[in-house]
């Protein structure tokens, strides 16, 4: 079980120098020649269906990980003569008997790091793993491998209406994939791998920034996968990487705008190393309407009227999307461009409810009268000679 720092007890009875087969006071030129030896007789590439030889490998990786760095192995060298003299932890749990015929108690140890005290058990393994313990967590080089696939990015052309009411429409979508040739490993079906010799099957390599300074980077010849082969595949031509092509169906949101970005999680391109798949980025397009039109949450009409209807008040119907249609009472003297709201005939919200419809009169001036219309107009004319509408303006301008 792991401590509060994610530390676990096991790993305190493992002897890295055992896992490579080397004594513990090999050289490093001695400790690098057994481990390139053990990871290319066990790697998981060369051996797909051979779980104990994955389960080697992983054990000969965290090894070399320790008693291959030097700073490390000094540590790891102080801790073994420390509290087991070379391999001997007993008393877990409870007091039983240490090193030298002395005692000690883990819970003690442990509580040291829990109470805010230094030097004890957990930061000797916070110093030699990285951080609070390795314990439950993956080796470098496993976390390296699960990544987080590529987010992909497409457009989706719908109608108006679909636009307001949601809809669910299938999209074609090309993305990367494993090689289907070569199944991602970036050689010629049929050739055997070797240990990359650039980074001597580690998956990286060390780039020093200056001073004691390092980082680990990506192996450039290999590309992390550790091996390499001195055939590429014809297909991809070595980088592992091909596209595949799918088809799925997505449900864009009621409501949705013109020019909205629809984000649907893990419909992206496949991860790497059992990381998750990325995301699928729709940016929707909207056909117009041939009638209405749209302002945030609201829907929005002309509706044309005449000057008597304008001028008497009337009573006219006009459509909703989807509904029946609505009257609106426009009263005498109406002005033109006046807007009229009709509650819950707009768009759908985030919240499920609708906006409004907002329908504005536009008042329409005939553009051929009859002989009887025409009359009409000059009977109105004479009747409001003396109530003249540009009266003053030119005065106060």
Not at 42 to 47: E, F
Not at 50 to 66: G, H, I, R, S
Not at 122 to 146: H, P, S
Not at 202 to 226: D, K, L, W, Y
């Amino acid at each position: 079980m792991a401590d509060d720092q994610g530390f676990r007890p096991d790993w305190a009875q493992k002897d890295f120098y055992a896992v490579l087969g080397v004594g513990k006071d090999a050289s490093a030129a001695d400790v690098k020649k057994a481990y390139k030896k053990l990871a290319r007789d066990n790697h998981p590439d060369a051996h797909p269906d051979e779980p104990a030889k994955l389960e080697k490998f992983k054990q000969v990786a965290e090894a070399y990980d320790v008693v291959g760095d030097p700073d490390k192995r000094a540590k790891y060298d102080e801790m073994r003569q420390l509290y087991g003299s070379g391999g001997g932890f007993r008393g877990f749990g409870g007091g039983g008997g240490g090193a030298g015929g002395g005692s000690f108690n883990l819970d003690d140890l442990l509580g040291d790091r829990a109470r805010g005290g230094g030097g004890g058990f957990g930061d000797m393994f916070g110093d030699l793993f990285g951080g609070g313990g390795a314990g439950g967590r993956r080796t470098q080089q496993q976390a390296r491998r699960a990544t987080k696939g590529a987010d992909v990015e497409t457009s989706a052309t719908i109608s108006f209406t679909d636009a307001l009411d949601g809809v669910t429409i299938s999209l074609r979508l090309t993305s990367d994939s494993a090689c289907p040739t070569c199944s991602g490993t970036g050689g010629k079906p049929g050739t055997k791998p070797h240990i990359c010799p650039e980074c001597e099957g580690a998956g990286f390599v060390v780039q020093s920034m200056g001073g004691a300074f390092s980082i680990n980077e990506t192996c450039p010849a290999c590309g992390g996968r550790q091996l390499v082969y001195d055939e590429k595949c014809p297909t991809c031509h070595g980088s592992g990487r091909g596209t595949s092509a799918r088809t799925i169906q997505a449900r864009i949101p009621a409501g949705v705008k013109d020019g909205q970005r629809i984000r649907l999680r893990g419909k992206g391109g496949a991860g790497e190393g059992g990381g998750p798949a990325g995301d699928l980025y729709v940016a929707v397009k909207v056909r117009p309407h041939r009638v209405f039109g749209r302002a945030g949450d609201n829907l929005t009409l002309d509706v044309p009227i005449s000057f008597d209807e304008a001028a008497l008040g009337a009573e006219v119907t006009v459509p909703t999307l989807g509904g029946a249609p609505v009257t609106l009472r426009l009263p005498a003297g109406t002005p033109n461009g006046r807007t009229f709201r009709v509650r819950g005939r707009g768009a759908t919200k985030a919240d499920g409810t609708r906006g409004d419809l907002l329908a504005t009169v536009q008042v329409q001036v005939p553009a051929v009268l009859d002989q009887a219309a025409r009359e009409a107009v000059e009977a109105y004319r004479a009747a409001t000679a003396d109530k003249p509408l540009r009266a003053g303006l030119f005065e106060e301008a």
